[in-house]
Each structure stands twice: as C-alpha cells, then as structure tokens.
C-alpha cells in the first residue's frame, strides 16, 4: 500500500522523514515542467509577431500595387522622359567627347562581330577575269593598283636633306630607335638615325626634297592634285576625277617626313590645304566615311584605302585635330563594312576581293590601329583568312585572286601584309617569299613592284635588304629629273605608269626613297 506524502503543516512539529525514490523523480519531473510552459508563451508570443509581421508586408505589397495601377499613367510618363533624357545626353556625347570614348561605351551593349550579318547581306558581284590577267584591267583600275605600293614612306625637311648624314656610332642610332615608336622615326633626330641605320645617303634624301618641292608647286589653289594636270614640263595622266586619290598619295610624302598641319614646318601649309580638300569631299553617312569622290567604279575602293592611310598617319602625328580622328574613324568603319565575307576586299564594297585592293584596305586599317583608333581584330582575321585563299607555296607567294598563279607583283603585296598581319621572321614560307625577292632584285620599270618589294626586304633587314637597297636607291637618285619646271619629279616608266602620268610615278618613288624612317621595320634587331 502507498503511504501518502506527509507535509509540514499536518505535523509541524514532528521531523520529516526523506523523500522517497518515486517522490523524488516526480519533484524532479515537475521541476522540469515548470520552465517548458514558460518557454511555451516566449515561443507563442514569438509566432504572433511573426504573423504580424507577415501581415504587415502582405498589406504594404497590396498597397504598393494598388498605388502601381492607380498611378500608372505618372510611371510611364516619367520612365519615358528619363530615355528620352538619356538618349539626348547620349548624343550630345557623341558630338563633344572625342569619337573613341562613346564607341568604347557602345561596345560594351552592342556585338562588334558583324560577320554575320554581313554575310546574310553581303551581294557577290564576280565579273568575268581570265585566270592569267594581272590585277590593271583599264586606265582608270591601272593606275590605282600600283597605287597599292604607296603606303610606307615619306620626307624630311629641307635643313636636314642639304647636309651629309653626321657621322654617329651604330650604337647610339639603335640606341635612339629602340625607344622609338612606329612613326617615331620622322622626327628630325629620328630620320637622321634611321637613314644611317638602314641605308639612306644625303643624295638620297636630296632628292625627296626635291620631290616635295615639286609636288608642292603643282598643287590646286583647292588644296588637291590631279593627275590630269601635273604642271608645266610634265606628262599628264589620264585618270579622271581621281583628286582624292591623288591628293591622299602627295599627302603621304610629306607626312611620311614629318610635315604636319600643326607644327611649324616648312610645309605646313601645303599639307593644311590638302587635309582641308579631303575633309570638305568626304561623304558623310551615318557614322562610315565615303572618300571615292566622283571616281570611277573600279577605283573607288583604292581610293577609299588610300585615303584613309593618309587620315590616320595624319591623325597618329597630330592627335589633338578632332575633325582629323573622327573622319579617320569613320573611314576605317565604312573600310570595314565593304569587307566581303572571304575576307577581301574589290572595287565595289562587299564584291568578292583580289589581293591588289585588299592590301590597300589591310594597310589603311593598320594604320589606324597605329594612331590607336577602333579597328576590328575579326576583321583582320578575315582579311588574313583571304590571304590564305590566294597563296601559293604555303604562303611563299600570291596570286590576283582565288585560283590565280602567283606573280612577283602580288607576292610582293601578300607578304607585306603577312608581316603587318603578325606572321614572325621565323616563319618559313616568309623566308622563302624574301628570297624569291632578293634574288629577283628591283625592276627597272615597275615602280609598284618596286615599292612593295621594298617594305618587305626594309623590314626583313640584314643581308638581302643592304643588297637590295643599293640598288634601288641608286636606281631612283639617278632617274630623277634635275633641270627644268618638272626639277624634283619622275617621268611615267612602264606601261602601267602611263594613265596616272608624273604625279603617280612621283608619289611612289618618293615614297620608295623615304622608307629608311617612315616605317620602322618590323624586325629591327637591337642588338646588332
């Protein structure tokens, strides 16, 4: 039988005796229950808030979207005001800051690879070429192919051309040239180096002063030069409405010398007026620049490269003229939407593309990349990817176009680009095209040929180049004209001279004899 719990107050007097084990447990037990009821009302007052809070927000999102609907007509109002808004400040960007900064800003929305959507849209006009013809077709297309040579060279001013080269160790020049950049080399100090460096004489450089004086006399009171109309004592071309190229190619001799519009040169001026020509002829549309002029079909893209050479080179030499960077800019661009989707380029924008005019549009947009201007890399790769389809001998030599044996003319022309394109002087078939070169040697005719081989043989250097430069030097010293109104400049030679008459012959034989400085070559050993 259980005896009952004895307490206190039933024997206050009597001692109480120990708790029993079970009455021990149930104390301990309902200890134990004490503290969870208490946690029970923390836990419940806990829940509650919980709930209020939930309530709150539920009736704070239904408010919101009742206020949405109510004030809808205010919302979109404002949100198309702040386009809007953003659109004008976008504009009025483009027209103050200078063309890379809303470019770069553009690209980080917009895909620069429009391949593509060239590629949907490009339309092949193919016409009929034997497969044997050279790149000059007619008069108008002759003169502009050999045009192609007439990227890399330039003069220098006439303090400098009159005295003899100042006798300076091979260590100090390479020493200067080292820290030179591309276009470093036109600085007075800069062409006095490399002509020791890589060949020049004072003869040499005697006689591209006189070509700048020539060309500068013979300039339109418009600030351009026509072919048509090379001055008194001179041979006449018969390329029609070819100013803008023929005012680009005279340009470019006195940029590759150093001669700004901005700096206190002694051709200044006359570099200021032709600048001014291009800039007032351009054709603007949207943001790609149209520099043909009224030229004919087959040497609007020509035109279009040489152009843009001569924007760029005169942009990379005086940077702060925004009128210069921005055409520049825009000519690159619309160089780059008239590429076909092979890779080439032809005489009409997006036509399928022949070696002679792809090497102009190549050049031109390496040219921009030097004045750190916006150029596509995919474009580049595409242009290289054509080179692939006209090359012979695993790139040894070139062709005119896809299916064309190569020619000394157009292999000049593809290696040239091979070198600008990233191809390293290790590289074997560019060993094999140099030697096919070398052993060939200057023609005594061709100055197109002649102007091409020369780059690529200038910056393979060493033996070949020395081989070949006393040559051509020579050659160029000894055939210009020293008596008379045409003093300075070099009558047509070679059939394909003929339709772009002196001013042509002129241009690229100057631009021949100035290549110790205008371009740096591309693999100067320091060290030697």
């Avoid at 076909?340 to 593309?353: D, E, L, V």
Wanted: charge should be neutral.
């Amino acid at each position: 039988m259980t005896v009952p719990p004895r307490s206190a107050e039933q024997h206050p007097a009597v001692p109480q005796p120990p708790l029993s084990v079970a009455e021990q447990v149930a104390g301990r037990r309902r200890a134990r229950r004490k503290p969870r009821r208490g946690g029970g009302r923390l836990l419940k007052a806990f829940r509650e808030q919980v709930h209020a809070v939930r309530a709150f927000v539920w009736q704070s999102g239904r408010r919101f979207r009742e206020l949405i609907v109510q004030r809808r007509t205010e919302l979109l109002t404002s949100l198309f005001s702040l386009l809007l808004h953003l659109c004008l400040a976008f504009l009025l960007a483009c027209w103050i800051l200078p063309q890379h900064v809303p470019d770069r800003i553009l690209n980080l929305f917009l895909d620069p690879d429009r391949d593509a959507a060239e590629a949907i849209l490009a339309v092949e006009i193919t016409p009929d070429i034997p497969a044997d013809s050279e790149p000059l077709l007619t008069d108008d297309m002759t003169v502009l192919e050999e045009l192609d040579a007439d990227l890399q060279s330039a003069s220098t001013s006439d303090d400098d051309l009159s005295a003899d080269l100042m006798p300076v160790s091979a260590a100090e020049d390479m020493g200067l040239l080292a820290n030179l950049g591309d276009l470093g080399a036109r600085s007075a100090a800069g062409r006095q180096a490399a002509l020791r460096a890589y060949g020049g004489t004072a003869e040499s450089e005697q006689a591209v002063a006189a070509g700048l004086k020539w060309l500068a006399s013979i300039q339109q009171e418009d600030g351009s030069w026509d072919f048509q109309d090379p001055g008194e004592g001179a041979e006449p071309g018969r390329l029609s409405d070819g100013q803008m190229g023929a005012t680009a190619m005279a340009l470019l001799c006195f940029l590759g010398a150093g001669h700004t519009h901005e700096e206190s040169v002694p051709w200044r001026k006359t570099v200021d007026a032709g600048l001014d020509y291009l800039i007032v002829h351009a054709r603007i549309d949207r943001r790609r620049a149209d520099l043909h002029g009224d030229s004919s079909d087959h040497a609007g893209m020509y035109i279009q490269g040489i152009a843009t050479i001569c924007l760029c080179e005169a942009h990379a030499l005086a940077p702060s003229d925004s009128r210069v960077r921005r055409l520049a800019q825009r000519a690159l661009a619309a160089i780059e939407n008239a590429q076909h989707r092979g890779g080439g380029w032809r005489y009409r924008p997006r036509s399928p593309g022949d070696t002679s005019v792809t090497g102009w549009q190549i050049m031109a947009l390496q040219s921009g990349r030097m004045g750190e201007l916006r150029v596509s890399d995919g474009v580049l790769r595409k242009a290289g990817q054509f080179l692939d389809s006209v090359q012979d001998d695993g790139g040894a030599g070139y062709g005119y176009v896809p299916g064309d044996e190569q020619t000394p003319t157009m292999s000049s022309v593809g290696l040239l680009c091979r070198i600008y394109l990233g191809w390293r002087q290790d590289h074997s078939a560019l060993h094999r095209g140099v030697a096919a070169l070398s052993a060939r040697g200057p023609h005594p005719h061709s100055i197109y040929y002649n102007y091409y081989a020369t780059q690529v043989l200038h910056h393979w250097g060493g033996e070949p180049w020395e081989r070949w430069n006393s040559v051509m030097r020579d050659q160029l010293v000894r055939t210009q004209i020293s008596r008379g109104p045409a003093a300075g400049s070099w009558s047509p030679r070679g059939t394909y001279s003929r339709p772009g008459g002196q001013i042509y012959q002129t241009t690229l034989s100057l631009l021949t004899l100035e290549v110790y400085y205008r371009h740096l070559p591309m693999y100067r050993r320091l060290g030697d």
